[in-house]
């Protein structure tokens, strides 16, 4: 059984940072796209960030460009995002989940989700 858990969400302040870790467990996360996406209130959940497997090929929506970075610790099982400079319009709900296709951004093509981890940025 495959399980996605994220944590590090909270509280920060507007161009604070924050990193959230995703742990994985029951499905090996470097052979697999690894994703970031959030969603806030009343929004569509959309995508954040993606590693892919192997190589580690990363995509980033460009709201988060230069700003985000989505990395993986293939020993531990763990993909993280590390946000930086964030701003109140990143805040959200930010969900973590596995892909068996490359570098994919829509939502329908990850198989497993995690249940998510708040992140809220105050200004």
């Known amino acids: 059984q495959v399980q996605l858990v994220e944590s590090g969400g909270g509280l920060v302040q507007a161009g604070g940072s924050l990193r959230l870790s995703c742990s994985i467990s029951g499905r090996t996360s470097s ?6 996406f ?3 209130p009343g929004q569509e959940r959309e995508f954040v960030a993606t590693i892919s497997a192997s190589v580690g090929s990363q995509d980033y929506a460009d709201s988060v460009k230069g700003r985000f970075t989505i990395s993986r610790d293939n020993a531990k099982n763990t ?9 109140p319009e990143d805040t959200a709900v930010y969900y973590c989940a596995t892909s ?3 570098q994919v951004r829509r939502t329908t093509l990850y198989d497993y989700w995690g249940q998510g981890t708040q992140v809220t940025v105050s200004s």
């Not at 052979?31 to 970031?36: E, K």
Request: zero cysteines; aromatic letters at 20%; proline letters at 0%.
């Open 100 to 102: 068996k296709y490359s």
């Open 38 to 40: 959030r969603q806030a």
């Open 79 to 87: 993909v993280y995002l590390q946000m930086n400079s964030l701003k």
């Open 31 to 36: 052979s697999y796209t690894m994703g970031w």
